[in-house]
């Protein structure tokens, strides 16, 4: 059961046939790595039809723009978010963030492929990002959400740890953030971490057993996708500004 105002976000989203995928906390929720999140974070199908239907459920969420930058779709083909505040009475002060794109992440067909279905008690369907590609548009300069990454990691692994198959063991050596996980589940599938060790050498002290090692590797990689996100929001910020500016010139008598 999730909380009502969120459940109200995303029936409506449903209901109007929007075609969007939950990311962010609320994903993180579902997946049993998070506890609460009263935000909602979405990528949508940046088609116009799309965005009509998307219209229509803000309207009835009766969902107003916050911040920068302004309702209109085109900045969401640049990478930017577009935020919204909910004044409905069952969705009260719930904020919705709206992207069509993320740093490292495929375009949205292939996203949708890969997507998660939950159905609900009362039978609201939800789809969310697949945990790969969530994890990967986790990656970021927030310190908050590299926990959460190893949460939704060990998560996985806890469920699925008796029952392995190829695509989870890869799926834990490529994303695991836990040197006992690694440890171990490269001891277990010894030709499967040789090969990924090609795309994550952090492996190969995994493969040696080496947890101080492991974690200083860590530690590296993290630096790596911090420093690289930030490379990519830099210049989306400076627009930012500029359109904080000109608004702020607008409004001031």
């Given at each position: 059961m999730i909380p009502n105002p969120i459940h109200k976000?995303?029936?409506?989203?449903?209901?109007?046939?929007?075609?969007?995928?939950?990311?962010?906390?609320?994903?993180?929720?579902f997946y049993g790595a998070a506890e609460f999140s009263r935000d909602c974070d979405i990528v949508v199908l940046a088609e116009p039809s799309n965005f009509d239907r998307l219209s229509a459920a803000l309207d009835e969420l009766l969902a107003d723009c916050i911040a920068v930058p302004p309702k209109d779709w085109k900045y969401l083909?640049?990478?930017?978010?577009?935020?919204?505040?909910?004044?409905?009475p069952d969705a009260l002060d719930i904020r919705l963030d709206v992207m069509t794109k993320m740093r490292g992440c495929d375009a949205f067909a292939e996203l949708w492929d890969r997507r998660t279905t939950l159905e609900d008690a009362d039978g609201t369907v939800f789809q969310l990002l697949g945990i790969e590609d969530l994890i990967r548009a986790k990656k970021t300069q927030r310190d908050k959400d590299w926990p959460m990454i190893q949460r939704l990691v060990d998560a996985h692994y806890e469920e699925f740890r008796e029952a392995?198959?190829?695509?989870?063991?890869r799926f834990w050596l490529r994303e695991s953030r836990t040197p006992e996980v690694l440890i171990r589940v490269g001891a277990e599938n010894f030709e499967i971490i040789q090969q990924e060790a090609k795309q994550r050498p952090l492996l190969a002290e995994a493969m040696a057993a080496s947890k101080t090692a492991i974690r200083q590797e860590l530690e590296k990689e993290q630096a790596r996708e911090k420093e690289a996100d930030q490379a990519y929001w830099n210049p989306l910020k400076r627009e930012l500004e500029q359109l904080r500016r000109e608004r702020n010139r607008k409004t001031d008598p």
């Open positions: 976000v995303l029936s409506t989203l449903s209901s109007h046939e929007v075609k969007h995928l939950l990311m962010g906390g609320q994903a993180c929720v083909d640049r990478g930017h978010a577009i935020h919204f505040r909910c004044k409905h392995p198959n190829e695509d989870r063991v």
